[in-house]
Each structure stands twice: as C-alpha cells, then as structure tokens.
C-alpha cells in the first residue's frame, strides 16, 4: 500500500506562534467524549483507542496524554490492531453501506484507506504474526457475514466462506499462529478455521447467545468467548467442547483479554461491568471500575495489573494493581446540555443542562466548574442581558417549572415564581435584566418587567410546544418559534402575539433575527431553514444539505455570517446571509443543542447530548485560510486549497501554482519552499503545514498567519 501524506490532520495542536487548534475541538469531556469501541496497547506506554465518528487516541505516556489523530474519514471505527510495533497497524469500521478499514506505518501520523471490496460492517481485525497477513470480520443485513483475508499488508483483501448469516463480531489468532484461528458472534455462533481460513468449521458453542468477545490466550487449545447475559464460555481442547462459566452478572459483556496465559483474565461489559478471574474462569469476581456505562473492550498488554478499558461517553480506564482501583483517564462530566451562553466575552460563559448542572468557565473554556444551582430540575437555556453579574436559566421537571436567577454572576441562585407548571423552554431579556420573556410546553408565554420578582402569563393563542424566543432589538417586537410550524410575532410587547406562518407543519426549535425585526431565520425538522425579510410577512425556504434536527441558530455580528447546530453533531455555516450553508466538519456525532459566538464569527462554542463542549477559534475552518490580520484596516482575505489532499506524489495549490510556499512540520521546522504546482513532492510521509511567503512578509509576527485545512 502506498503511504498518505497529509498537509494537515484535524486535531494535532500546531505549535508555532499564533498557530491553534484548527476547526472545532473538544473542551468538555477531555480527550473526548464519544464513544469508544476498542483499545489496542503495544507495551504498557504506547497503546491506540478507536470509536465512532472516526476518532482515533494515541498515547505514548500510559495514558497520562491522549492525543487525537485523524483517521481521514468520519465512519465509526470498531476494531484496532498493532500486530508488531507502534508504527504499523490496521482499524475496521463501517460507513453508510460501506466498511472501512485503515492503515497507518507511520504511528498513526497518516492513516490511509484501504479498499475491502465489500459493503458490510466490519467489527474485528487482528493480524496474528506480522504486518503483512490478517483477518477482518463483520456482519452482513442481506447475506453471509463475510470474513476477510489479507497476505500483504492489506493491499488486497480476498473474501473467504463463513457461511454464516449472523453476525461476526471478534476474531483471533492464537500468539504465532497464521492458519489456526476463531471467530464468534451471533446466536452462539463459534467458527474455526486450521488451513488460514481456507474453510471455516462451526463449532458448538451449546448457547444461543450473542457472542462478542473471543480471546486465546497462548495456544490453539485453552480460549474463552464471552456475550449476552454474562455469558462466559471456556474451551481446553480446541473448540470441541465449551462450559459456560458463572459470571455472576447477567449483563452484556463485550470483551475478554487473558494477558500471560489462561489463567488470569478479565472481562468488561454493560453497566461498567468488569469482572476478573485469577483461576482460569472457575471464579469470576466484581470489579469496581467506576462508570455504570457500556464497556466495550478490555486490554492488559504486558502482564496481569496494568490494563485499560474503554465505553461510552469516551471513558478511559486504567488499573497498575491488577483491576483492584481503575481511574478515569477522560476527565469532565457527561450530562446532557442544552444551554451555553458567554455575556461579554469569550473568557467568562457558562453552560446549563440537566441534573440542575450549571457550568462556568473564566478562561475561555479551558477549565469548566459547577455552580450551586440549588435544582434538580432540567434546565433549558441560559441568558445573561447586560453583563457579566445578572443572568436567568430555565427549565423545569414535571410537574413544577424552574426559573432561576443570579445577580452575582453564578455564585448564588434565587429561585422565582412562574405560576405555571409547564416546562419552559427558552428565555431571553431583551434590553435589559428588567424586562424579559419566557416560553415552553402547552403555548406558555410568560414576562416579567421587574427583574422576574412578577412573570405574567400572556395569551399565545395555541397549546403548540413553545421552544425558542427572541426580540433582535428591543422589548416591544419579538418572534416565538415552536412545534407544529408555529412562528408568533408581537410588535406590542406580548399584549397580542399573531400567528405567522412558514407555511410548513414542521418543528421549529430555534429563531433568530440578527439585526433588525425585518430579517430572520427559524429551523428545525428535518433539517428546515426558513428565512423571512419582511417581518415574517413571508417565509423562504432555504437548502441546508441535511435532515438532521436543528436545534441552534446564531448569528454573530450580524445578517451575513450565522451558525446552525444540530443533531448528530451537525454544525451549519453561512456567509452570504442563508444563501447557502456548509456542513462544517464536526468532532462529534451527539446532538448539538445550543450555539454562541460572543464577540465575533470566528471564536465560539456549542454544547449538547453527554456533556459535549466544542469549541472554534477559527469560525470552524475547513480549508487553508489566514487569520485576518487588518493590516491597513483590510483582511487578507486568501484562501488557499491544497489538491489532491491526501495526496501521494506532489499536492498543486489551484490559482496559486506560480506562488511560493513554506512548509513546516508538526515541530514547527520548517521542511522546504515549494511552488504552489508541486508542493512536497520530495517529502516523506506525514503530517505538514503551509504558509504562503507573500502573508509572512505583510503579517507581523505577532499577528501571524493561521492556516488550516482539515481532510
């Protein structure tokens, strides 16, 4: 196979002057908080983390430091392998009616894709004696699960005969052993192979259950198979027979790894279930790892004490005294959010979800702590009028709503009196911390022109779920979005609110009008924009390019450059006032239900499902731009796209072939000077970046340049 360079990979922090972390990135959980599928250690320092949305994790410290790498694609990734060393290995996942499998050489500073020839699900890969012959297993929706076989390094894969119908979900070779293999999965399916997968032979396994995990610990002979309802099952004689061995959970579990031999092992599943046993499964006993979530994979790469586990939400778990403690290597909580708001700037903000959670961070979301909200209740959004002190969240848990309200910038909250029990949803203060509205299930409208010591219900005239209000300039005319396509407009401070329909009978979440009460924009499902010029007198429809929920509208600095976000991490940008959106590259695929850029386009921030904080510095780039230096009170305005990218031989800067670029490495040496027509034609493989010569000579250096391009 041929290497991949790449002139810059999403999530690798530059290090030169003034260079940031590109796009959108994680703040909240660290390192990230998606989850995680499978973990792979080369010796007990340098081991590989893989999961959904393309996320890859090395680290080189045992997990002291994760560091994100870029798999190039965003498809989930199940299975990770190392077969020799940290620098070749393999990853198996699937796409929309597609696998995937990747393959680094370099450590995982490139990974490039290899082609399967098939369409199905991959979810295991293991090469058993070098880098050259392995084998991937998956499940098929319409035919027989395929196996796959490679002999030289995954330049080709030839599919082989399961023979099968259910699902394959582990395979494994015993240490040293090409042809004698194992693989298992659905309905207490068991195949075997002895000729390198020539045939595959079903054994019985005599359960019916799922199975997940399989692990032969030193031989062809002594394995253990591991799934549904706690289901452990060992065999001493190769397969011919199987006892099912006592967990003591009926639990679902995943994953099984015996590190030296087949005498001590563990096994990690649902409800953060870990189990260990030290007498070859005779016994197995509890083992308190911390979460109650899904683990996914357990691996001891070295010997019996040192060990990582890894789940849902990004948990990273690692044992030194053989699973007696384990600890968190991913640090932040994972409740949902549904709210994020910064008052002044981009510093000071805070987030709010469920669980009463409210979230602030001083330092630009580098650290996030707890506040006291005195609440269980959920709470929806978050709103500060007119500085850093005063600020309202509201939500709500049946049968009572919540609104809270801070006068000391979150130290203290106060609860205030709705006179309603409906949940409410959205709350803003137009003008100032006096006057203010809020909204939420069953056409509740609620205002208070006291600081909220009095909220008075107004007539909506629908029991439609309210979700989003907002007044773009003062307290007298606002617009009220919600279920069912409704769109409310007052222009009298809510004394009369007239329906004002999109024409759609589609749910809106989010409204927002950026400068004046003529211009705005609703959203909501599936994936509807609908913009309004004329005071919401008309609506148009507007392309988004998906049909995810939109939950988030936010427009900056004014009508021409806005965010939506959405489900399924969607992240939308527009430039030219709505006329069209890109799908900004995201890091995560939970939902994204709210948005705020404080002071300007480019930094910003959006919280959602399982904690999930991201944050941009760079108005979410994803292609090779300048950070506008205002030199002469003008932006450079370049924008500079490196084709093919990955490439193999030379990358050509289209409309710049005659300009001269540096080039530097991920250590901030600089590597060569290229002419925008063969850019790195004489480099090896990794990870670089560009700069244009011209920028470095109009830039100084303390507004140089940042260049991002994500692939």
Known sequence: MKYLRFILILGVLFLMPGIGQAGWFWQNPLPQGQRLNSVYFINDQTGYT???????????????????????QTNSLFSIHFPVDDRTGYAVGAGNDSSVILKTTDGGLSWGSQTSGITNYLCSVHFPMNTETGYAVGYSFTGISPILKTTDGGASWIRQNSGITYGLMSVHFPARNNNTGYAAGGHGIILKTTDGGTTWMPLNSGTAEDLYGVNFPLDADTGYVVGYRGTILKTTDGGASW??????????????????????????????????????????????????????????????????????????????NGGETWINQRTGGAVDLKGVFFPIDADTGYTVGYQGTIWKTTNGGSTWFGLNSGTTSVLSTIHFPVGPDTGYTVGGYFPVNTILKTTNGGVNWTSQSSGSTEFLEGVIFPADAQTGYIVGMTGAILKTTNGGSNWVRQTSGTTNYLRSVHFPEDATTGYIAGNYGTILKT????????????????????????????????????????KTTNGGATWDSLASGTTNWLYAIHFPMGPETGYITGGLGTILKTTDGGITWANQPSPTITDLISVHFPVNTRTGYAVGTDGTIIKTSDGGASWVEEEKAGIRGQGLGIRVTARPNPFITFATIPGQEGKRFEMYDVTGRRVGIYKGDRVGWDLGPGVYFLKKQEMLKQVQHDEIVRIVKVR
Request: overall charge neutral; some cysteine.
């Open 243 to 320: 006892a099912n061995q006592p967990s003591g959970r009926s639990v679902l579990l995943f994953s099984v790894s015996f590190p030296r031999g087949p005498t001590t092992g563990y096994v990690v599943g649902e409800y953060g279930a870990v189990e260990k046993t030290t007498d070859g499964g005779g016994t197995w006993v509890d083992q308190y790892a911390g979460p109650t979530d899904r683990l996914y994979s357990v691996h001891f790469p070295v010997d019996v004490t040192t060990g990582y586990a890894v789940g849902e939400y990004g948990h990273l778990l690692k044992t030194t």
């Open 50 to 72: 893989v999961g959904v949305g393309g996320c890859i994790l090395k680290t080189t410290n045992g997990g002291s430091a994760w560091v994100l790498q870029s798999a190039g």
């Open 491 to 530: 222009t009298d401070g809510g004394t009369n609110w007239v329906n004002m329909p999109a024409g759609l009978n589609k749910h809106f979440w989010a409204v927002y009008f950026p400068r004046d009460a003529n211009t705005g924009y609703v959203a909501g499902y599936p994936g509807v924009i609908q």
